[in-house]
């Protein structure tokens, strides 16, 4: 039985209330924006995207079997590596900026 290719770096990240420096460093405030209201969705992701939560507290279940349950919310900065696929499951509604890294694609 082969392991789905790199299941263990799906791994999603989550640095709670990263300093104002930081934030700024990464130019969160240029970034779009985007929110949605509480619920369930379905999310794949193409490329690697990092995103600081503005507002809202949501619960990811990732699809594959190895992946642990990630809960984080408004003040989070928190990455998602491309080839995720995942369950939101959100109780307060979101509001974040984003930004998808065009440069994560490996060899």
Known sequence: MAASESSNSLKITVQSNPSESQLS?????SWPKWGCSPGKYQLKFDAQE?????RGKVKVYPKNPQGEVVEFGA????????????TWDVSIAVDKHYKFDASSSSS
């Open 25 to 29: 460093q990464l130019g969160i405030k």
């Open 50 to 54: 990092t995103c600081y939560l503005l």
């Open 75 to 86: 003040g989070d900065l928190v990455v998602f590596p491309k080839g995720l696929s995942c």
